[in-house]
Structures are given as C-alpha cells and as structure tokens.
C-alpha cells in the first residue's frame, strides 16, 4: 500500500462521512430524491462558474455549484408550492431542464477545455492524488482531501451544535415551529450543507456516487435502528466501510472507484434488506407466516368453544371443517398442544381451562377490537414465544 | 413520443430511476455477448429496468423505507454498479466496446432506420395495449382498492403498465440519454396536466407536447453547430411545462393571481359597504352624509373603491362627505345577513 492508496481511501472515507450525515436528514425528512436533483443541476453553475473564473480549480466554482442547488430547492419548493404538480413530479422537471442548460453551455462554448460531462457525473477517485494542494510550494497533500476534510469539519460543527433543533424539527416539525426555530432556516441550512458536500465530493468521486453515499448508508441504518444518533453512526460506519471495501474491489477489477464503491454501498443494503433483525424482507415474511399462524390458532380455537358434539372436535374432521391443508393443520394443532390450550383424548380435541379463558378473551378482543388486549394476551399465555 | 405513458404521475421519478438501473443491463447484455447488437443491449436494459422497477416496489412495501428513498437508492445503486461494468468492460481487450456509453447521455443522430422502425413498432404496441386496456388503467390509476373489488387482476395491470414505461424508456435513452430521460417522460405530461381534468385529453396532449418538443428540439439542435439533440428536446419540453404553468386557463399561474386579486378588490369593496353601513344604521336618515375622513381609520378604503361604489349606484359623493344610497344600504344589510349565515 503506497501513500497515493492511502490518500484515496481516505478521500473516499471523508467522502462518505461527510455524505452520511446530511443524508440521513434527507431520509428522514422523506426529501431523498432531492441529493439527485441537486448533484445533477450543480453542472450549470459549475460552468458558470467556469466561465467567470476561467479555473477550474478555483473555490468560486464551489460557490456557484452550491448556489445553483440551492437555486434547485427553492424552484422545487416554489413549483410544488403553486399545487399545480406533486412534489416529485416538481423535483423531475427542475433539475433535467437544468442539466441541460449546463451541457448545452458546455458544448456550445467550452468544448476545449477539460470539461466534460463524464467528468462531472462519474468523477474520478484515483486521480485525485495527483492535484496536489501547494501552499508556498510546500506539499501539503491532495487538494480533494482539503476541500472535503474543511466541508467535514463544517458539516460536524454545525451538527453538533443544531443537533437538536434538527432532530426536533426532522421528526416533528409543527412542535419545532412553535418551540421557536424556524423550520425554514433550518430546512434551507440543511439543504446548503448538502449543496455544499454535494458539490465538494463530486469533484473526488462524481455525481451519483455523491447520491448512492447520500442515501444508501442512511436507509440502510434506517432498516437497522430508529435511534438518531445510532443511525447517524451506522451510515457513518456503512459509508467508510463501503468505501474502503470498494477501494480494494476497484484495485482487483481494475475497474471505476466510484462504481465499486456504489456497488459495494448496494451489497451491504441487499443484505441488510434481506437479513435486517426486525424490519428485513425474511424477518418481515416470518412475521407475516407467524400471523398468519395466529389467526389460524384463533379460528380453530373458536370453533372448539363453539361446538360441544364429539364428532365436530375429531381430528380429521376438524381438517375438513376449517378447509386447512394437512401441514398447516397440524402446526397449528401442534402449537395450541404446546401452550396447553387443547388436550387430545383419542382423537378427539377439547380445550383446556387455559384454552378456555384465552379464547374468551381473544372474543372480548375481537368484539372490542383494541390492540392493547392482543398484547396483554400474548404476555399472559406466552403464546408465541417457541 | 412516448410521453402520454407518463400520465401515471404517481410514480414520476420513476422514470429517473428506471434510465440510471438499465445501465447495468446495457453492460451486462454488452458482456455475454460480446456484441454491440442494439437490440440485446435493449433487452438488457429492459430486465434490469424491470428488476429494479420491483425491486424499488419491494423496498415500498415490505420496509418502512419511503418511496423516495427507495428510488433514489436504487437508481445511485444500479447506476454505480453500471459504471463498476462499463469501466471493467473499458479494460477488456475487446476492441468493440466503444460508444457503449453514448447510452448515457443519448445521441438521436446516431440513429440509424432500424432503430426508428423498432420505436415505431413499439409505440404503436404500446398505442394499442393502451387502448384495449384502456378502461383498466383509468379505474386502476384513480381508485385502486375499487378496481381491486370490480375483481380485475390489479397486479397484472400494474406490471403491464410498469413494464410499458419501462420499455418507453429503455427506447428513450438512445435519443435523449439516461438523466434526461425523465424530463421526456415527465415534461409532457405535466404540462399536459394543466389544460384539461380528462385522462383522454391528458393522454393526447402530453402526445402531442412531446411530439412537438421532440421536432421543435432536433429542428433547434440541427440549426446549430454543436448543440446536442437531448438536451435542446428537455429545454423545449421546459418552456412547454413553463408556459402551460403559467397560462393554463383554470389552473394557471397568471389566471390564478388575476382571480385572486379581483376576489381580494371584491372583498375589500364589500368591507368598505358594511362600514359605511354600520356608520348610517346609527341614523335615522340612511342618506345622512359623513365625511369621507370618517373612513380612514380602516384599511379597505381608497379613492378607487369609493368610484366604484359610486358607479354601482349604493354611494352617493358630495364633497368632502358621502352617503350610502337606498340601494346601497339595502346591498349592505343583505351582504351583513348573508355574510352571518355563511359563517353559521
């Protein structure tokens, strides 16, 4: 490992932090597709900028980029705000129109400098150690590593010192309101920060990197916690992870930094997707058989309290009746037989005394129809707990 | 084009997404087969198109996660991992890789007669699906849960649908390129979405709109030197939404302000009647004069509301003094009643 990868990890991990935190904001406040719409419309003001300056390399370029999201956001608002089209419908038409404007300027008046669209959209990681910072002619190392360490270092004061304003109006914005904030001021800061890194990053890692870095660590913590400051902590930790894993895919493919990265980003949520404890596809369609299990432990307890004749309680009667399939009948048998419900006398099934009261109460539940009984239930029979 | 398919505004950035998630199916097609065969690269883009159409679906429904986020991860995802391929495919020895990214950012003047027949052919499929099934998609678009009881397969439907936007955009990309993609699906229809409440008319115009942006767009772009077609097409599209925001007739922008301040002069009007009625009910002669001075201490007063209660016969002017007209008063007493009334 020579210094250059050290630098790119590093970069990269910067990158990702400094994209986790604004991003899990995003998230939260359901404006995700926002990040999108502002690293695609940042190109005009980059060539703007360009034109003005004539340096790519000069800070007003960040300037202007960051303007020009800002600018996205508030035409977003603006067009959603007239209720003639939905937000994202809002979100679709201002950021395309935009991103034409700054290929059409590019193409038309700037097709000799190094300036290209691919440039913009995909960035590229590895060579970003090679523009180096020179201050007095010193080395001082990457300039990407500057611009994104000091975007860092803003983004954390600022966190740290309107965490709770954030968080209250994130998650409750009427109580921020009249607590005072300004939900305005604090929806347009956040939305600079995540101009600001968006176009600080872009430069390092290009566009939808910026994006995939925004969104997917934050929504794969979100699946993982509901805790704030956990979730701020696992996009952190997802993003640094992601990028360094990337880094070294990138190295053995020898393919785009940023793509590995992404893809590596897109693993870490499939799995999270499929295996997250409590909210993940399996653990969801678990539950779902588990209800489904339930209700049928129901069912077939009413229909024991409902009838006293043997022949309707004998076993392979009792499959007809209910219309189960085998497999599903004698799970369910075999359930209530593990919580004492029924006991089973020669083929024939009766409740027990515990039986008896549980499906009394589950008929009290059903009449009234109140959530909180079905858990008291669950705890007083410890019904579903193996 | 194949705008009209964007009426399903329920799902707008879905267009976004779907343009950044065929990119791996380009590459992907690109490397099993080796071949720069447009139609494999389409089928390509076409599957993973539809996988991450329902993956995005599957995150919806099944995590707590929003629509927004999950779109968004899925299109920087799918397009991550496209780059990943592209670039990988950039390093293989395979001199025929080049121009797999002109997918990007889309070129309609590479088109060549096979491709332009294959659009066709595929939008009059698409014209045709869309009208045989065109009850369904209505019913489905704007009550769901009703359609789901009328007994028609919803879930068959919305992957019919699903899949045909998927196809348009897939088609799409070649001419105006995968960020501009959504603009072309989005674009008419919105502007479309100004001028009429009939799904029908909607389905027309936004027809019509992206037509006209597609001619407007490649007439503009051929005039001049080095203009990319894509993005002139989405700046004439722009002006197309921008227009239709502003002097749409009963949704417009322009329209709206105008109601606006005619319903506020209306009001003030009114306001300025029940004053003046208020000041003339504590005498016996309703056209008792007072002067115009007694009015100043409340806001809906100015010279030009004065002329107009003048012109509409309820205010008489003398001077320095006014006094409220038979017709005035009775307008006034009845504006007072009605107005209670309303409120109860």
Known sequence: MNSAQIEIQLIASLVAIACAIPGTFLVLRKMAMISDAISHSILPGIVIGFFITHNLNSPLLILFAAFTGIITVILVEYIQKTGLVKED??????????????????????????????????????????????ISGIDVGPKALWIIGIILLITI?????????????????????????????????????????????????????????????????????????????????????????????????????AGSITTMLGLIFLLVYLFAPSKGVIAVLYREKQQRTEVSLLTFLLHLKNHNEEEERHVNHLREHINWQKVRAK??????????????DENIVSLTKKGNTFTSKAIDYIITNEDTQIEDMKDDFFLFRG | MLGSFAVLRKQSLLGDAISHAALPGIAIAFLITGAKDTNTLLLGALVSGLIGTFWIRGIVTKTHLKSDTALGLILSLFFGFGMLLLTFIQKQPNANQAGLDKYLFGQAATLVESDVWLMAIVTGLCLFVL?????????????????????????????????????????GLQTVGVVLMS?????????????????????????????????????ISASQNNLSTGPVIVLVASVFVFVSFVFSPSRGLLFKQIRFIRNRRDLQLHKTLAFMHNIAETHEDISHPHAI???????????????????????????????????????????YTKQTTEDE
């Open chain 1, 331 to 344: 799970t369910v048998l075999e359930l209530a037989l593990k919580n004492n419900m029924i006991v089973i």
């Open chain 1, 157 to 257: 004061s600022l966190l740290i010192a309107f965490f709770k304003e954030l968080k209250i109006s994130t998650f409750d914005a009427g109580l921020a309101a009249s607590l005072g904030f300004s939900p305005a001021i604090i929806h347009y800061g956040l939305m600079s920060v995540a101009s600001v890194t968006t176009v600080g990053a872009f430069d390092a890692v290009g566009a939808i990197l910026v994006v995939a870095l925004m969104i997917a660590p934050a929504a794969t913590a979100y699946l993982l916690t509901t805790d704030l400051k956990k979730m701020l902590s696992l996009a952190i930790g997802f993003g640094v992870l992601s990028a360094i894993s990337g880094y070294w895919f990138a190295h053995w493919l020898d393919a785009s930094i």
């Open chain 2, 131 to 171: 009208l045989l099934f065109w009850k369904e998609f209505k019913l489905l678009l704007f009550d769901a849960d009703y359609t789901k009881t009328l007994g028609f397969n919803t879930k068959f439907i919305d992957v019919l649908i699903t899949s045909f936007i998927v196809l348009a955009i897939v088609l």
């Open chain 2, 293 to 335: 001075k007694l009015l100043n201490n409340f806001q809906g007063y100015t010279r030009k509301t004065l002329k107009k209660l003048v012109e509409k016969d309820y205010v008489t002017l003398q001077g320095n003094m006014w006094s409220l007209t038979e017709t005035g008063f009775e307008t006034a007493a009845n504006l």
């Open chain 1, 89 to 134: 419908t809002a979100i679709g038409l201002v950021f395309p129109a935009l991103f034409s404007i700054g290929v059409i300027l590019i193409a038309k008046n700037a097709n000799d400098v190094h300036l290209d669209v691919d440039a913009v959209l995909l960035g590229e990681l590895a060579f970003a150690p090679f523009d180096r910072l020179l």
């Open chain 2, 183 to 219: 603009a072309m699906l989005l674009a008419p229809a919105a502007a479309a979405r100004q001028w009429t409440n009939s799904l029908a008319t909607m389905v027309l115009l936004a027809a019509i709109f992206g037509a006209f942006s597609g001619i407007f767009g490649t007439a």
